[in-house]
């Protein structure tokens, strides 16, 4: 807040200071001690200090540690409030520009290892086995892909963008997948599969679970497939600077 007048700002009941208000980090103690009323105004303090009488008032925004601008920032507010943690290398698997919000939320879910797979709801009481290949134990690392089923998937859907074939190994997989080695096409490809398959291998696995219905891995590799070229037209990547050979890049990986 910005003082002027200060007729208008409660000494101990406004936010005016940078440490807070006054009256919950002094407390009751403190305008006893201080004998400073409790409706007492700036003005009525601060008499000793020469105070601009010809304006208002006026709320101001933090911007940073100690910066403050009259205009609100959407931004710099959510920058200044949020909880600040170590960066994580495996942030650019999901927060890139070609990337799809619905893909990237279930990747970061993985990531975590936040999804009911069989491993976690077990602590609830409840038993599951892998309905995709029968194995007795459903964990993350099983479903990405140390199942036959879901490993044969991710063969079919990344094509030759990653040779040798890769490893079941999940951490393997994601070291590869986020190595600088490749070019920058590849590198969109490659993480945007990611997300499509991830994706696709929790919700064949969700109805399998509730529905029955089942899909061969071969067509789930198709639907896949379209589903990420249908997604790099949408991103008009001809247009773009770097990105003109994107789709001929997808489509020679699968010759």
């Known amino acids: 807040m910005e003082i002027h007048s200060g007729n208008s700002?409660?000494?101990?009941?406004?936010?005016?200071?940078?440490?807070?208000?006054?009256?919950?980090?002094?407390?009751?103690?403190?305008?006893?001690k201080l004998g400073i009323v409790r409706n007492a105004k700036i003005?009525?303090?601060?008499?000793?200090?020469?105070?601009?009488?010809?304006?208002?008032?006026?709320?101001?925004?933090?911007?940073?540690?100690d910066e403050y601008k009259k205009e609100f920032s959407a931004y710099n507010t959510r920058d200044t409030i949020r909880s600040r943690h170590t960066k994580v290398s495996w942030f650019k698997l999901f927060w890139f520009k070609q990337?799809?919000?619905?893909?990237e939320f279930i990747t970061w879910l993985v990531i975590k290892d936040r999804l009911s797979t069989g491993v976690?709801?077990?602590?609830?009481?409840?038993?599951?086995?892998?309905?995709?290949?029968?194995?007795?134990?459903?964990?993350?690392?099983?479903l990405f892909f140390a199942c036959p089923y879901t490993y044969g998937l991710w063969l079919q859907v990344?094509?030759?963008?990653?040779?040798?074939?890769?490893?079941?190994?999940?951490?393997?997989?994601?070291?590869?997948?986020?190595?600088?080695?490749?070019?920058r096409l590849t590198s969109i490809l490659l993480r945007l599969a990611f997300q499509v398959t991830i994706y696709y291998i929790w919700r064949e696995r969700n109805e399998r679970r509730h529905t029955q219905k089942t899909?061969?891995?071969?067509?789930?590799?198709?639907l896949i497939d379209k589903t990420i070229r249908k997604h790099i037209l949408s991103t008009r990547y001809h247009e773009k600077r770097g990105l003109e050979g994107l789709m001929q890049h997808c489509f020679s990986a699968h010759i």
Do not use: M, Y
Not at 9 to 32: A, K, S
Not at 158 to 179: C, E, F, N, Q, Y
């Open 120 to 142: 976690r709801t077990r602590a609830w009481g409840i038993r599951q086995g892998c309905p995709l290949w029968g194995e007795t134990e459903e964990s993350r690392e099983h």
């Open 158 to 183: 990344i094509g030759s963008l990653l040779r040798p074939a890769p490893l079941h190994d999940w951490a393997k997989i994601l070291a590869t997948i986020l190595s600088t080695v490749h070019d």
């Open 9 to 32: 700002v409660g000494f101990w009941t406004d936010l005016w200071h940078p440490i807070g208000r006054l009256i919950e980090v002094i407390g009751e103690r403190g305008i006893q």
């Open 215 to 222: 899909r061969p891995a071969h067509q789930l590799g198709k």
């Open 43 to 65: 003005a009525d303090v601060l008499f000793l200090l020469v105070l601009r009488h010809n304006g208002n008032n006026a709320v101001l925004w933090k911007r940073g540690e």
């Open 99 to 103: 990337g799809v919000r619905r893909f």
